[in-house]
């Protein structure tokens, strides 16, 4: 992102974000698939302030390889833990860039994120503080990683199907 102003680098995460955020409402999950780096990593820890996700168990923690065959299993019609499937809305907010560009256009982004899952009658609320690696790529901004530490991330959790 190098040569552009502060408020526009702001701004350009927001709506990479908000785009996220929309791809994964709207179960369109090759897409949401498509804006992760061929190395990427996503986590989300089982403690907080969780330093490695190779220390203790991670509620999920998932390589390049790990995401496609989630995506997979979420396309799938038979996957039993999405029949039917959630209906989610997700609302991020109060993003922030953490680290400035790196020189080769990598940064650190911090957002807090709101999602409500429906899903048999029953609605779920997940609470969360997210940190994104963006790396430019092809067409825009990649995550080379995600990291998404839920309020209540030591609390008793049922299955967590569909990405935060």
Not at 15 to 40: I, K, N
């Amino acid at each position: 992102m190098q040569g552009t102003s502060a408020a526009g680098t702001l701004r350009a995460v927001e709506e990479f974000l908000f785009l996220e955020a929309r791809l994964l409402d709207e179960r369109r999950y090759q897409d949401w698939l498509g804006l992760f780096t061929p190395d990427a990593w996503y986590w989300v820890p089982i403690e907080p302030d969780q330093q490695s996700p190779h220390d203790t168990v991670s509620i999920i923690y998932d390589d390049r390889k790990a995401l496609e065959t989630r995506v997979r299993r979420l396309l799938n019609p038979a996957i039993h833990a999405q029949n039917p499937p959630s209906r989610t809305s997700r609302l991020v907010g109060n993003v922030l860039i953490e680290t400035p560009d790196d020189g080769a256009g990598r940064l650190v982004a911090s957002s807090r994120l709101q999602m409500v899952e429906f899903r048999r009658d029953r609605q779920r609320l997940f609470a969360a503080t997210v940190r994104h690696c963006l790396v430019p790529g092809d067409g825009g901004l990649r995550i080379g990683w995600k990291r998404v530490d839920l309020v209540n991330s030591d609390g008793m959790q049922d299955g967590i199907a569909v990405p935060l």
